[in-house]
């Protein structure tokens, strides 16, 4: 009975042992299709991660701006502009162009754009916009906004393209007054009601005696990049420009599809008289430019 009951248990193991190992065979079997359904599953969900994310960046606007400033004057005449936009949480930088030459007003400012951390809004006054539309074809630079400022294409400069259509300044005889060596200033006399006539009359007068000389071959050297061509841009009209005349601004930006915004009563010194406005244009830059 003993070795009876000595058999009943083997066979039993042996069956047990039967069906583990087949069950074990079958698990086996399907352990790579297992494998690849989690490695796939863990790829869709990174997939998914990385979309959800880079498309929250592409959301978030933009925190880098700098700021470029025209012929004549320097960088300190965006403080008003710059204090609205830092209080804001942006990063703000500001160029000193040397204003002697294009490719090193451009180079100046591509120093700058170099700074900084990610993706830009490139911002320009008056002849400003010729160096932010060479300069803005640097990789960092998502936006442009120009501020009653020029925006010529490839092969074309800001003095033959003033000669279509002439500022109320180019027009006055002896306004713009020229060096020996060939640089250029505004007649201090014609500085305020030309350049500034919406700022307090002591403060124009002060900038009018403050000037850069600025070298006369910035205004007709030909560009060799439109950055206005691949970039979203923005633009402003300053409706009572006397410097640039509004309706060249209002074709510049025609031509490049900006988002157009005309300030009526403004004058060329529209960046220091209506930060306010100003300010409301790049911040819409920032949101819109990588949308």
């Given at each position: 009975?003993?070795?009876g009951?000595?058999?009943?248990?083997?066979?039993?193991?042996?069956?047990?042992?039967s069906?583990?190992?087949?069950?074990?065979?079958?698990?086996?079997?399907?352990?790579?299709?297992?494998?690849?359904?989690l490695s796939?599953?863990?790829s869709?969900?990174?997939s998914?991660?990385a979309?959800?994310?880079?498309?929250?960046?592409?959301?978030?606007?933009?925190?880098?701006?700098?700021?470029?400033?025209?012929?004549?004057v320097?960088?300190?005449?965006?403080?008003?502009v710059?204090?609205?936009?830092?209080?804001?949480?942006?990063?703000?930088?500001?160029v000193?162009?040397?204003?002697?030459?294009?490719?090193?007003d451009?180079?100046?400012?591509?120093?700058?754009l170099?700074?900084?951390?990610g993706?830009t809004?490139?911002?320009?006054?008056?002849?400003?916009?010729?160096?932010?539309?060479?300069?803005?074809?640097?990789?960092?630079?998502?936006?442009?906004v120009?501020?009653?400022?020029?925006?010529?294409?490839?092969?074309?400069?800001?003095?033959?393209?003033?000669?279509?259509m002439?500022?109320y300044?180019?027009?006055?005889?002896?306004?713009i007054?020229?060096?020996?060596?060939?640089?250029?200033?505004?007649?201090?006399?014609?500085?305020?009601?030309?350049?500034?006539?919406?700022?307090?009359?002591?403060q124009?007068?002060?900038?009018?005696?403050?000037q850069?000389?600025?070298?006369?071959?910035v205004?007709?050297?030909?560009?060799?990049?439109?950055a206005?061509?691949?970039?979203?841009?923005?633009?402003?009209?300053?409706?009572?420009?006397?410097?640039?005349?509004p309706?060249?601004?209002?074709w510049?930006?025609?031509?490049a599809?900006?988002?157009?915004?005309?300030l009526?009563?403004a004058?060329?010194?529209?960046?220091?008289?209506?930060?306010?406005?100003?300010?409301?244009?790049?911040?819409d830059?920032?949101?819109h430019?990588?949308?």
């Amino acid at each position: 009975m003993r070795s009876g009951f000595r058999l009943l248990l083997v066979n039993h193991l042996d069956l047990f042992k039967s069906n583990l190992y087949s069950h074990i065979g079958v698990v086996m079997k399907f352990l790579p299709l297992v494998a690849t359904a989690l490695s796939l599953s863990a790829s869709l969900f990174a997939s998914t991660a990385a979309m959800a994310q880079d498309t929250q960046s592409h959301n978030a606007p933009v925190r880098n701006i700098v700021l470029v400033h025209g012929a004549w004057v320097d960088g300190s005449g965006w403080q008003p502009v710059y204090n609205r936009l830092t209080k804001d949480g942006y990063h703000v930088t500001i160029v000193q162009e040397p204003l002697s030459s294009l490719d090193d007003d451009v180079a100046a400012t591509k120093r700058v754009l170099d700074q900084q951390s990610g993706p830009t809004i490139l911002v320009a006054h008056s002849y400003g916009g010729s160096v932010i539309t060479e300069a803005g074809v640097h990789p960092n630079v998502v936006g442009l906004v120009y501020v009653a400022a020029h925006a010529p294409a490839v092969g074309e400069d800001e003095s033959d393209l003033g000669k279509r259509m002439p500022s109320y300044t180019s027009k006055q005889s002896g306004a713009i007054m020229k060096t020996a060596d060939g640089y250029t200033s505004l007649n201090p006399a014609d500085f305020p009601k030309d350049f500034a006539a919406d700022l307090p009359l002591k403060q124009a007068q002060f900038e009018s005696h403050a000037q850069i000389l600025t070298a006369a071959k910035v205004f007709s050297t030909p560009l060799t990049a439109a950055a206005w061509t691949s970039k979203p841009s923005w633009g402003i009209v300053a409706a009572e420009d006397r410097i640039i005349n509004p309706d060249l601004e209002r074709w510049y930006y025609t031509r490049a599809h900006s988002h157009t915004t005309v300030l009526a009563g403004a004058s060329h010194s529209v960046y220091e008289s209506r930060p306010k406005e100003v300010v409301a244009v790049i911040e819409d830059a920032a949101k819109h430019a990588e949308q």
